[in-house]
């Protein structure tokens, strides 16, 4: 059977204007995207991965529950203008996705224009603004209770059970690929101390479980192409029972580095102390009040799980045979593992100064002309974004 194309697909879906063409679209690992013109919209359409994401409906369902709270939150605080929300599309048949008769899966967004998404942080700003607008998202939805979202993907970030499943995939050895990966190997089993202090923090309940985003790499985030003003969060796709620490690690692990996630030169991987600083103030200057202090003291933490986590990920699925990320090249998924496992030593050497960064960007406030004691005072959940 012939495989429908997006501009068959598309006619399911209420869209305004008439279809002129679809582009593909974005560095994404996991769905096929799309950027559809209409004449007089534009739209971003996925074919979503069935044989990630089991069960669209639910995925949906979390996602549009998660942006009603943000639109009734920013409803609550009319000063807050600029911020724009992805918005699901529904089918003429008021479904929220379609499935095609191959038993492809596709959804429908608005697509937000004149934005930009990066790849890399180039400047402190880009960094300090891109995590600002992941911090008011979460901001917003920091009340959800997360019992009420459905885990689209179980044990996600369960380090435990991403252990489990490398060394599982290690001895089995099916692809005959262990031999190239010795010494990455070897870097995860000297770092089970990771797992076993992530499963105390959250057996013992010290970190919360909250509604999070778990996917908050830099480029699922869109900044005003003219400003470069965080102006949406996108990929909602994970958003579901999480902690912070995974959300703020995931920047860490993304925000930090000046190389890209597959780059092969490993000189280039560096983390960036000042960029850290500007992506940890934009991040806390809308979550400091909120989050706890047991989160707070975590939050580098955090850096070094997902890291770690990602790295892991990428490793057990190069030792597999490459049947989770999508690869373009040959030894992908181990190249974007020795960026990971690169950069946690980073990490790892700067500890210390990370965490006095994250100290001074939770205990000072900057000092603002003409500052009064209301302003001080002021409940974040009451500050204006812009
Ligand atoms: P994936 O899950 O495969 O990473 P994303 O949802 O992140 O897919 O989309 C891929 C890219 O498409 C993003 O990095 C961004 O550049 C662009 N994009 C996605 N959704 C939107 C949107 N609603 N408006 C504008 N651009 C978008
Ligand atoms: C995937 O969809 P994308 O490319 O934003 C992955 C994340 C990883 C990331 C690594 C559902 O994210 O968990 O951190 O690749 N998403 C899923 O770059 O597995
Ligand atoms: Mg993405």
Redesign the pocket.
């Known amino acids: 059977m012939q495989q429908q194309k997006p501009a068959e697909i598309i006619d399911n879906f209420l869209i305004k204007g008439i279809f002129i063409n679809a582009k593909s679209h974005g560095?994404?690992?996991?769905?096929d995207t799309y950027l559809i013109s209409t004449t007089s919209e534009k739209y971003i359409l996925q074919k979503l991965?069935h044989n990630?994401?089991k069960n669209i409906d639910e995925l949906n369902q979390n996602i549009i529950k998660a942006l009603d709270h943000f639109k009734k939150k920013q409803k609550e605080n009319p000063s807050i203008k600029k911020f724009m929300e992805p918005e699901i599309i529904l089918c003429k048949n008021g479904n929220n996705h379609f499935k095609d008769k191959q038993g492809n899966y596709w959804r429908l967004m608005n697509f937000i224009s004149g934005s930009t998404s990066l790849e890399v942080a180039e400047k402190p700003e880009m960094a300090f603004e891109a995590a600002k607008a992941f911090g008011y998202f979460q901001q917003k939805i920091i009340d959800l209770n997360p019992d009420d979202f459905f885990p689209i993907?179980k044990d996600?970030h369960n380090l435990e059970m991403r252990m489990k499943a490398f060394y599982n995939v290690l001895e089995k050895d099916t692809k005959n690929r262990n031999q190239f990966a010795s010494e990455e190997i070897e870097f995860v089993k000297s770092h089970e101390h990771l797992s076993i202090k992530l499963k105390e923090l959250l057996e013992s309940r010290q970190i919360p479980i909250r509604v999070a985003h778990?996917?908050t790499?830099i480029?699922?985030v869109l900044l005003d192409k003219k400003t470069l003003k965080g102006i949406s969060v996108i990929?909602l796709?994970?958003i579901m029972p999480g902690t912070i620490l995974f959300d703020f690690g995931?920047m860490v692990?993304?925000f930090t580095s000046p190389a890209e996630?597959d780059e092969t030169d490993l000189s280039k991987v560096v983390l960036r102390l000042e960029i850290f600083e500007a992506m940890a103030k934009g991040y806390l200057s809308q979550l400091k009040e909120v989050l706890t202090k047991t989160e707070i003291d975590n939050l580098v933490f955090g850096g070094k799980i997902?890291t770690f986590m990602?790295g892991l990920?990428?490793l057990t699925d190069f030792l597999e045979g490459d049947i989770?990320?999508k690869t373009s090249r040959n030894n992908h998924n181990l190249d974007?593992c020795r960026t990971q496992f690169k950069l946690l030593t980073e990490i790892e050497n700067k500890e210390d100064i990370l965490k006095k960064i994250i100290n001074e960007s939770t205990t000072k406030s900057p000092k603002k002309k003409n500052a009064t004691k209301t302003q001080k005072h002021e409940n974040p959940q009451n500050k204006d974004y812009q």
Request: proline residues 0%.
């Open positions: 560095n994404g690992h996991i769905n991965n990630i994401f993907i996600f778990n996917d790499k480029n699922n990929d796709d994970t995931d692990r993304t996630e997902m990602i990920r990428f989770y990320f974007r």
